[in-house]
């Protein structure tokens, strides 16, 4: 079950602060995340983008607000507590280990065992067929299933990552800047993947620094400056440009704008001429 069909959201966010001593890294952050839809959380360095994921997945506990889950507020202790719910997080450094197999890294921490007592072991054949149907089910091919996972791209990785959330229940993804260390044409590949887990039925976060890459997938657009939510609005209210120039701090951009008009209406005014020729 990946969807919520009573039309609450399945992770909302009402007024929420984190501080870090007396570092005030998110205030009055509300946003919600529905079932079968890519909302993006954008935002310059220091926005706050990862201390948002970490109260999200559970790492980081909140200090002011509502953090709900399907309608029920919920104070997690462990990315354990997150996970039981059905949130999940791909970082962007995934934890695998790079000469195991693509399967055995897919099952890693949660392997499948035939037998009992003393005759207990790994399935392997399960899991091989396991992990080769759940990733042909994203559509993802890969030309080998037993090639250690160390010799995927990045974007191929990222893919078996979104792949494993989905098979182990996630019903919330949360994706950090899974496209900030790729090029162009692996970037287009996770982010199509990306798509896939959104049409499945699945909530999906995607922080990332780029508009490009969140306007190609995002229905829904949350942008922070300085912690505080500087735009939260959906696709069908904003275009690209709009989104880049909120992005690049539309407000302060304008500012420098007429900032800089001034300067050179001054300059070529006639006084300021005549005082310049002496
Ligand atoms: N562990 C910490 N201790 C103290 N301050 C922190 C800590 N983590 C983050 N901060 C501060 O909180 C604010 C938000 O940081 P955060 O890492 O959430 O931003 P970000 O948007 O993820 O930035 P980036 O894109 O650079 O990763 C920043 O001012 C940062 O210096």
Redesign the pocket.
């Known amino acids: 079950m990946t969807s919520n069909t009573d039309g609450v959201a399945v992770v909302e966010l009402d007024g929420v602060g984190k501080n ?2 007396n ?1 005030c ?1 998110l205030s009055g952050v509300s946003l919600a995340v529905e079932a079968s839809e890519v909302t993006c959380i954008l ?1 310059d ?7 948002l994921i970490k109260v999200i997945s559970g790492l980081h506990s909140y200090d002011e607000g509502r953090y709900l889950v399907d309608g029920e507020q919920v104070r997690f202790t462990s990315p354990r507590d997150a996970l039981n719910r059905g949130i999940a997080t791909v970082y962007q450094d995934l934890a695998v280990v790079p000469l195991m197999s693509v399967w055995r890294n897919f099952f890693l921490g949660s392997e499948v065992t035939k037998g009992t007592g003393p005759w207990r072991r790994l399935d392997v054949t399960a899991m091989r067929e396991t992990a080769d149907a759940e990733l042909r089910k994203m559509g993802i091919d890969l030309p080998d299933i037993d090639q250690p996972i160390g010799t995927l791209s990045g974007g191929q990785r990222q893919c078996v990552a979104i792949a494993r959330a989905i098979h182990f229940g996630a019903r919330v993804l949360i994706l950090d800047e899974p496209t900030a260390a790729l090029g162009v044409k692996q970037a287009g590949v996770v982010l199509k993947y990306v798509a896939a887990a959104r049409d499945a039925g699945l909530g999906v976060i995607l922080i990332t ?1 780029n508009p490009h890459h969140a306007f190609m997938v995002g229905d829904h657009f949350v942008v ?1 400056r300085q ?1 505080q939510v500087e735009l939260n609005a959906a696709r069908r209210d904003l275009t690209l440009d709009a989104l880049t120039l909120h992005m690049a701090g539309g407000a302060e951009l304008e500012e420098l704008r007429h900032e800089l008009d001034r300067l050179e209406a001054t300059s070529t005014s006639p006084a300021s001429a005549g005082w310049k020729n002496g």
Request: hydrophobic share 25%.
């Open positions: 870090y001593g570092i890294a935002g360095n220091g926005a706050g983008k990862s201390t620094h922070l912690g």
